[in-house]
């Protein structure tokens, strides 16, 4: 399978979106740390008393970061997975994840640093378009099976 070269494009940048959900949640524990505010009681008693058993505005917004990455992601891995044993052109493959990674980057950056709108909004739909174009060429190709 590692032969297949829109497959191997597809696994390179899969990893490395995966990686980048690692590091959110990574970023999401330091900033809960740092901040004192702990999603679960017994957390906030082994770092200082259950007053840290609380939200705090930055560990949601990192949350909802990676919440998101998860939504939208996860998705694309079974998208990019089908869509490479199609046999589409490897150009073609790699904008589609290229597109895609570079635009949930984006999403990602103006998600933390809270960007000005639309930032994140045009990261988010700029990333659906390979999703979706990758979802028709997937129907196009086994309609006929149905």
Do not use: W
């Not at 829109?6 to 959900?21: E, G, P, Q, R």
């Amino acid at each position: 399978m590692i032969r297949n070269e829109v497959f191997s494009c597809f696994l390179f940048y899969a990893v490395l979106l995966i990686l980048k959900m690692y590091v959110i949640a990574i970023i999401t524990g330091q900033v809960r740390l740092r901040k004192k505010a702990f999603a679960n009681p017994e957390d906030a008693l082994r770092h200082g008393g259950l007053q840290f058993h609380r939200e705090d505005p930055y560990v949601e917004r990192c949350r909802r970061a990676h919440i998101n990455d998860m939504e939208n992601i996860l998705p694309f891995l079974f998208l990019g997975a089908i869509y490479s044993l199609t046999g589409p052109s490897l150009f073609v493959a790699r904008l589609h994840f290229l597109v895609f990674s570079l635009s949930r980057l984006l999403h990602t950056v103006a998600y933390l640093l809270a960007l000005r709108a639309p930032t994140r909004s045009v990261a988010y739909t700029i990333a659906q378009i390979p999703c979706v174009s990758m979802a028709v060429q997937i129907l196009t190709s086994v309609m006929a099976y149905a």
